[in-house]
């Protein structure tokens, strides 16, 4: 049996985290540097080594627009950039939708839009106060035509106080100006003869008497509990005298569903309503196609070079998959039994199913989320590792460009990340046990086992390191069932690491070298999940993390006799303690454990009299759950040595609705 806790230097191949956000040099000498380093390697083993490679995006192998889909985003302005688009004011947003075939009529409250074809981001016009069957009327608002007479009933109604017209975008746009008018007396003398029975010099003085505008941009936070948004006053003008309305009193703002209200009950008619735009987009977004790196792969950090104005954000997202379809396409077959589609990508199967009968078409553009992970939450810091676990073939890349102000960009030059091959096995199967009912602080023996797939061009690894909630002390080792010694590997296990290191040229290279590890530790939280990575020391490559078969393997599940729990294992040592100087017992060292703190909480150390009343903090600061140690020399908070007597030590943890407190005494005696 070993009793050990040894400590050598080691440590993972992996770059450390940089900050890039000015140059791609800095990439450049790390590239050449890493490269150095592995033809160094080489040269010494005479092996075949890892790579660990660069994939560059915003560069001249891999350029912006070749490289993916950019939704309201600008290549051209910058080149070598990506920014948001700019709306300018020429554009008639409504217009712009209308010829894109992408505007649809509404009809009731909501909007709702019964034509095929209808997709989200499409524009819709509506308006409540429209029969279900004139609804396609309202489309002639934007057709940019003087010919219409899309809201004629009201032409002649003397009831119109609170008719209304909305218009929702699709998406949130820069919005300047809102303009509507009735039918102009300078019209097309074609459409004259076409209608010569129709009065047209009336329509003038048919424009709105009074009006409102309201808009809403179309956030989360902007809509009510049953998704409907809610609308804010842009501009009221209950006496209007102008023919034409240009609006532009209300500040520039990003606008998704505008509302043009009626504000009086005469008559009035709307020829166009144009609702123009002056900024950039809230949101522009880059999403790779689907990388194929040729093989499986670890992958490392990522990285992005970015410039941001004041109110501006950029947010970089992954996922990765083990296929190039992230979407699922379906066929109903003879007895009605859904049949998936099994193109290549894709682009393949969307054209298959779409080429079906109505009727043998399934389900279409579902998720594939079997073979692809949802997209990871936006990294925040360039140099980040990418979200994986174990090695992957497939992966994209998302870039979100977000400005609150319309008048503000940031924009992005390149974004990369590393990844290294050959891999250290095909998979890494972990596993730990116990599992369940385990108590909060108590130290437990804990068996982990690592069961490898590895290739035949895999490259197999030494050393192994698992996230530990405490320092853990190791029992003992075995690899393919075989015990090994002390000679045999070397250990680290220091604050939450426990790292292993084979040594005398021994590798785990085949599925035959399980590895079972057994060691004491504690855990802190009901939840703990002892994640684990392994390495080949001999090489450059990447780290590869360890897997579970089942979720669940690797975590362990608190006790329900440790519900309540913060504070434990306080013990103060030596106590007594004798501050006098001497070199001997001069300092008391406090020790304790705070379990399941989320996140962080104020933790505080204080030193008080048998009354309550603190002499001295020694500690008060934000932790997580953890161990902590801490000193005192007998001092209060003047820097005077405290009289002979008992202390008490205290500990506090403050939580979101609740104090916790655990106390000690400690002697002090000259």
């Known amino acids: 049996m070993l009793h050990r806790l040894v400590k050598f230097v080691v440590s993972p191949p992996v770059l450390q985290v940089e900050d890039k956000v000015t140059t791609m040099r800095l990439i450049g000498v790390k590239f050449l540097l890493r490269a150095g380093l592995m033809v160094l390697a080489v040269l010494a083993s005479g092996a075949v080594q890892a790579r660990v490679k660069t994939y560059i995006i915003g560069e001249e192998a891999h350029p912006w627009q070749d490289s993916g889909e950019l939704k309201n985003a600008d290549y051209e302005s910058q080149p070598g950039w990506i920014l948001p688009g700019r709306i300018s004011l020429r554009q008639n947003l409504l217009n712009q939708l209308y010829k894109e075939k992408r505007l649809f009529a509404g009809y009731g409250r909501d909007g709702e839009v019964s034509e095929e074809g209808y997709q989200p981001g499409d524009g819709r016009l509506w308006s409540p106060n429209l029969r279900f069957e004139d609804r396609k009327k309202i489309l002639l608002l934007a057709d940019g035509e003087q010919d219409t007479l899309a809201l004629e009933e009201f032409s002649a109604s003397k009831y119109n106080l609170g008719v209304t017209v909305y218009a929702d975008l699709g998406q949130a746009y820069p919005v300047r100006l809102v303009r509507f008018y009735p039918l102009n007396r300078q019209l097309d003398p074609a459409l004259i003869s076409r209608y010569p029975d129709f009065d047209w010099g009336a329509h003038e003085s048919l424009y709105m008497k009074g009006y409102e505008l309201w808009a809403n941009d179309g956030s989360p936070e902007t809509q009510d509990k049953d998704g409907r948004p809610i609308y804010s006053l842009l501009s009221a003008v209950p006496v209007n005298q102008n023919v034409v309305v240009a609006d532009s009193s209300f500040p520039l703002q990003h606008i998704r569903y505008l509302k043009l209200r009626c504000a009086v009950s005469e008559p009035f008619e709307i020829d166009q309503l144009e609702i123009r735009g002056e900024g950039y987009f809230r949101e522009a977004r880059f999403t790779s196609e689907i990388i194929d790196l040729?093989?499986?792969?670890?992958?490392?950090?990522?990285?992005?070079?970015?410039?941001?104005?004041?109110?501006?954000?950029?947010?970089?997202?992954?996922?990765?998959?083990?296929?190039?379809?992230?979407?699922?396409?379906?066929?109903?077959?003879?007895?009605?039994?859904?049949?998936?589609?099994?193109?290549?990508?894709?682009?393949?199967?969307?054209?298959?199913?779409?080429?079906?009968?109505?009727?043998?078409?399934?389900?279409?553009?579902?998720?594939?989320?079997?073979?692809?992970?949802?997209?990871?939450?936006?990294?925040?810091?360039?140099?980040?590792?990418?979200?994986?676990?174990?090695?992957?073939?497939?992966?994209?890349?998302?870039?979100?460009?977000?400005?609150?102000?319309?008048?503000?960009?940031?924009?992005?030059?390149?974004?990369?990340?590393?990844?290294?091959?050959?891999?250290?096995?095909?998979?890494?199967?972990?596993?730990?046990?116990?599992?369940?009912?385990?108590?909060?602080?108590?130290?437990?023996?804990?068996?982990?086992?690592?069961?490898?797939?590895?290739?035949?061009?895999?490259?197999?690894?030494?050393?192994?390191?698992?996230?530990?909630?405490?320092?853990?002390?190791?029992?003992?080792?075995?690899?393919?069932?075989?015990?090994?010694?002390?000679?045999?590997?070397?250990?680290?296990?220091?604050?939450?690491?426990?790292?292993?290191?084979?040594?005398?040229?021994?590798?785990?290279?085949?599925?035959?070298?399980?590895?079972?590890?057994?060691?004491?530790?504690?855990?802190?939280?009901?939840?703990?999940?002892?994640?684990?990575?392994?390495?080949?020391?001999?090489?450059?490559?990447?780290?590869?993390?360890?897997?579970?078969?089942?979720?669940?393997?690797?975590?362990?599940?608190?006790?329900?006799?440790?519900?309540?729990?913060?504070?434990?294992?306080?013990?103060?040592?030596?106590?007594?303690?004798?501050?006098?100087?001497?070199?001997?017992?001069?300092?008391?060292?406090?020790?304790?454990?705070?379990?399941?703190?989320?996140?962080?909480?104020?933790?505080?150390?204080?030193?008080?009299?048998?009354?309550?009343?603190?002499?001295?903090?020694?500690?008060?600061?934000?932790?997580?759950?953890?161990?902590?140690?801490?000193?005192?020399?007998?001092?209060?908070?003047?820097?005077?040595?405290?009289?002979?007597?008992?202390?008490?030590?205290?500990?506090?943890?403050?939580?979101?609705?609740?104090?916790?407190?655990?106390?000690?005494?400690?002697?002090?005696?000259?």
């Open 294 to 670: 040729g093989e499986i792969a670890n992958l490392g950090g990522i990285w992005w070079v970015a410039e941001k104005e004041p109110g501006t954000e950029v947010l970089v997202q992954t996922r990765v998959g083990k296929d190039k379809t992230t979407l699922r396409y379906f066929r109903v077959n003879e007895i009605g039994e859904e049949e998936e589609l099994i193109g290549e990508t894709d682009e393949e199967n969307y054209q298959a199913w779409k080429n079906l009968k109505e009727s043998e078409r399934g389900r279409g553009g579902v998720p594939d989320t079997e073979n692809w992970s949802p997209w990871s939450p936006p990294y925040k810091n360039s140099g980040d590792p990418i979200v994986v676990v174990g090695p992957r073939r497939y992966l994209q890349v998302a870039v979100t460009m977000v400005n609150r102000d319309p008048s503000t960009q940031a924009k992005v030059d390149n974004i990369s990340f590393e990844y290294s091959q050959p891999v250290v096995a095909r998979r890494l199967w972990g596993k730990i046990s116990p599992t369940e009912n385990v108590d909060l602080g108590a130290t437990v023996r804990f068996r982990y086992t690592l069961r490898p797939t590895i290739g035949s061009g895999d490259l197999g690894f030494d050393v192994f390191q698992i996230n530990t909630p405490v320092q853990a002390r190791v029992e003992s080792l075995k690899v393919g069932g075989r015990p090994l010694f002390d000679k045999d590997y070397s250990v680290q296990a220091e604050g939450r690491k426990l790292t292993i290191q084979l040594l005398g040229g021994r590798k785990i290279s085949s599925d035959a070298d399980s590895v079972e590890l057994v060691f004491d530790c504690s855990i802190l939280t009901y939840g703990t999940v002892f994640a684990g990575k392994v390495w080949a020391s001999w090489t450059e490559n990447l780290p590869q993390d360890v897997e579970e078969e089942k979720p669940g393997d690797l975590a362990v599940r608190g006790s329900e006799r440790s519900l309540g729990r913060v504070i434990g294992a306080l013990t103060v040592s030596p106590n007594p303690f004798t501050p006098n100087g001497d070199g001997q017992n001069d300092v008391a060292s406090i020790y304790f454990k705070v379990f399941q703190v989320i996140g962080t909480a104020p933790i505080t150390v204080d030193i008080c009299d048998l009354s309550g009343v603190r002499l001295r903090t020694i500690s008060s600061q934000q932790e997580s759950s953890g161990e902590f140690r801490n000193r005192w020399d007998g001092l209060d908070a003047e820097g005077k040595l405290v009289s002979p007597g008992i202390y008490v030590v205290r500990i506090r943890v403050e939580g979101d609705q609740q104090r916790f407190e655990e106390t000690k005494t400690v002697v002090v005696v000259y």
